[in-house]
């Protein structure tokens, strides 16, 4: 038979054919790179700096400046840095999330090394209430209608922000 195509194809060969497609659907062709994001800090440097003795010159001069410091504590250096891909809707899925917080004394001598990742963070709730802020219940009229009277046409007699008549 001359031009076996599509639907007219032998089943195997269609099955074969579905077969392949849905092998290559899993294929990391497909798939998003993954993104970098933050200050991944290196274990190798990281290895190298001893609490009680190094400082903050060292840290810096190791790991570079930190991602973050703690928001009421300014010797809580925090080194933050995520791996995430994108799926569907390009929604980013975290793949690993890695933080190292260090601790240093009022001197700037580190004292802490504490590292935490993905299985450390906690689940957090978005809340749906909305805070509601005073002025924005006008109608649309009386929007509308609000300004009218408030602003003059340019001239000699015109009022610039509220205040006085100009000369």
């Given at each position: 038979?001359n031009?076996?195509?599509g639907?007219?194809?032998?089943a195997?060969?269609r ?27 290196d274990p190798d ?6 609490p ?22 300014d010797?809580?250096?925090?080194y933050?840095?995520q791996?995430?891909?994108?799926r569907i809707?390009?929604v980013?899925?975290?793949?690993s ?15 802490n ?9 906690l689940?957090?709730?978005i809340?749906?209430r909305t ?10 009229m ?6 009218i009277g408030?602003f003059?046409?340019g ?8 205040g006085?008549?100009?000369p």
């Open positions: 038979m031009g076996d195509h639907l007219h194809a032998p195997s060969r099955l074969a054919l579905l077969a392949a497609l849905f092998l290559l659907a899993g294929c990391s062709f497909f798939e998003a790179q993954p993104i970098n994001r933050g200050n991944k800090v440097s990281l290895s190298e700096l001893v009680g003795t190094s400082t903050r010159a060292d840290v810096q001069a190791l790991l570079g400046t930190p991602t973050a410091k703690a928001t009421f504590d010797n809580r250096w925090l933050i840095s791996v995430t891909r994108q809707a390009r980013p899925g975290v793949l999330q890695n933080v190292v917080i260090l601790t240093f004394n009022q001197q700037g001598v580190l004292q090394i504490e590292k935490l990742d993905k299985g450390d963070s689940p957090t709730t809340s749906s805070t509601p802020s005073p002025g924005t219940e006008a109608s649309f009386q929007q509308l209608f609000g300004n408030r003059s046409p001239g000699p007699q015109s009022t610039v922000g509220g006085a008549p100009s």
